[in-house]
Structure formats: C-alpha cells, structure tokens
C-alpha cells in the first residue's frame, strides 16, 4: 500500500517536497514512480528510481525535481523546485518490480492514491 502526501497550494517558483509512504517488508526490493495527471490530460510520467538509485526524468521536470528513496523509512521523496503552473496535477506514485522500472505507467503495479498540487502564477 502507498500513501503520498505533501501537496498543495504554491506560488510560481515556489517549491513542495511530496513524499509517498509504503508499507511491506520488500519496499527496498521495488522500482518507484511518480506520475502526475492535470485536469483533462492524460497521466504522465514524473521520475522514478530503480532499486539500485538510478533516476531518470522526464524532460519537462529534469534540473527542478529530484526524486529520493529511503529504504530504512520505506518513503520515497520527489523535492519540486521552481514549480510552474503547468506543474499543477495530481501526482500519483507507484511501485514496480525491478523489471518493471521505466516511464510506463503500464509497468507499475502498486498505485498510491495521489495528492494535489496547485501552483498558481
């Protein structure tokens, strides 16, 4: 199970710190994403973190956003930086198998239930 929290309401540049709470004993073991869904849009893919730590972004989000993990607190962190309005979403995080570790929503098989971020301008 996943738990986000952290959204909110910020001002343009502006930053928010979103964190996603997992519970179960093999959360070291899974693949973390973040995906986010702004009204009348598709979800799209945010960051994620493969078991090992390696990260990738998308473009739109890459050199404001960083994404961490810790294993020993089974959290995974996204740090938002500089936020635009275009930024403002749901943002969804989920977990994957190794395997699974990617941009592709369709690879994700835990889902948390999403948090709003609002940045006005």
């Known amino acids: 199970q996943l738990q986000a929290s952290g959204g909110g309401l910020v001002q343009a540049g502006g930053s928010l710190r979103l964190s996603c709470a997992a519970s179960g004993r093999t959360f070291s073991s899974y693949a973390l994403g973040w995906f986010r869904q702004a009204p009348g849009k598709e979800r799209e893919f945010v960051a994620a973190i493969s078991r090992s730590g390696i990260r990738t972004y998308a473009d739109s989000v890459k050199g404001r956003f960083t994404l961490s993990r810790d294993n020993a607190k089974n959290t995974v962190y996204l740090q938002m930086n500089s936020l635009k309005p275009e930024d403002t979403a749901v943002y969804y995080c989920?977990?994957?198998?190794?395997?699974?570790?990617?941009?592709?929503?369709?690879?994700?098989?835990?889902w948390g239930q999403g948090t709003l971020v609002t940045v006005s301008s």
């Open positions: 989920a977990a994957t198998r190794p395997e699974g570790y990617g941009s592709s929503s369709r690879a994700y098989d835990y």
